[in-house]
């Protein structure tokens, strides 16, 4: 179980400002080969109902779950909590039913009618001003209660502004569902705190296949050292927990 459970401070060396930020987890499930979807992209449906109830055990931890658009244009859908225990433990710690699902989409082409609009869960779109502009002449409002505007250069978002943003809305713990873009984007930012990587008994193999963490990569000696928290095995997937070090 992850140890983080307030919001992160860090001063920023150039203006000495204190940055809040909610913690965040990625949480993932791949292939033994290391891949979390096959070379045509589909929906990963590969991982245990073992997984399943990790996944959900870690929504229900979150104040706010985020993802890219190309994990949601994948499945159509977010995990929500479902599980009365789940939801119980929720209201015992003063929280909503269900975290905040945080889309996160530079273009805001999202098509408004997925699955995941009619679900009964919070929606916010994390997006640039091109992107906002876009949703706001093309789909109705209430489909996101909120939309966070955020851009470092165009058509890019700023993720630590972004993440401040989240911090002064009240979240305080962040559940970050994939896709590799998106997780790849945070990490050079140094904006990951926690890895939960499900190793999955299949090989599904693909140059092009995505796998947790896709953008332009990091050399050797730059790459990012984890600290292993726990490894268990369940069934046939083992289920490894991991904390970034610190620089
Ligand atoms: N096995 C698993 O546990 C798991 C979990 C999640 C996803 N997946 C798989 O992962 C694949 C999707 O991953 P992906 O890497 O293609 O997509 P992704 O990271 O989910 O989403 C990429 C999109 O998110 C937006 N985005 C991400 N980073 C951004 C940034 N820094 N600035 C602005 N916008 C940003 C952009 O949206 P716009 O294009 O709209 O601008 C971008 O195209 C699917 O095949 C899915 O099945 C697997």
Redesign the pocket.
């Known amino acids: 179980m992850s140890k983080l459970t307030g919001t992160i401070a860090s001063v920023n060396m150039t203006t000495n400002l204190i940055l809040q930020r909610p913690s965040t987890t990625v949480?993932?499930?791949?292939s033994t080969d290391g891949k979390?979807?096959d070379v045509k992209?589909?929906?990963?449906r590969f991982?245990s109902e073992a997984d399943q109830a990790h996944l959900e055990r870690q929504v229900a931890l979150a104040d706010g779950v985020l993802?890219?658009?190309?994990?949601?244009r994948?499945?159509g859908t977010t995990m929500s909590v479902s599980t009365p225990q789940l939801l119980e433990q929720r209201q015992q710690q003063g929280k909503p039913s269900q975290p905040v699902q945080i889309v996160?989409?530079?273009?805001?082409?999202?098509d408004p009618e997925l699955r995941f609009f009619r679900q009964s869960v919070p929606r916010w779109l994390l997006t640039?001003t091109t992107?906002a502009e876009y949703w706001q002449k093309q789909a109705k409002e209430t489909f996101f209660e909120r939309i966070l505007v955020s851009n470092a250069t165009v058509?890019?978002?700023n993720?630590t502004e972004a993440l401040q943003q989240l911090a002064t809305l009240g979240l305080k713990r962040v559940a970050v569902?994939?896709?590799?873009?998106?997780?790849a984007?945070l990490l050079a930012s140094d904006l990951i705190d926690e890895f939960w990587l499900t190793v999955c008994p299949l090989v599904l193999g693909g140059t092009s296949a995505?796998t947790p963490v896709?953008g332009s990569g990091f050399l050797e000696h730059q790459a990012r050292r984890l600290q292993l928290l726990s490894a268990q095995t369940v069934g046939q997937e083992v289920f490894l927990h991991y904390r970034l070090q610190p620089r």
């Open positions: 949480v993932l499930a791949m979390i979807a992209r589909s929906p990963a991982a993802f890219g658009a190309g994990t949601l994948a499945y996160c989409s530079a273009s805001a082409k999202i640039t992107g058509g890019v978002i993720w569902l994939g896709g590799g873009t998106l997780v984007a995505p896709e």
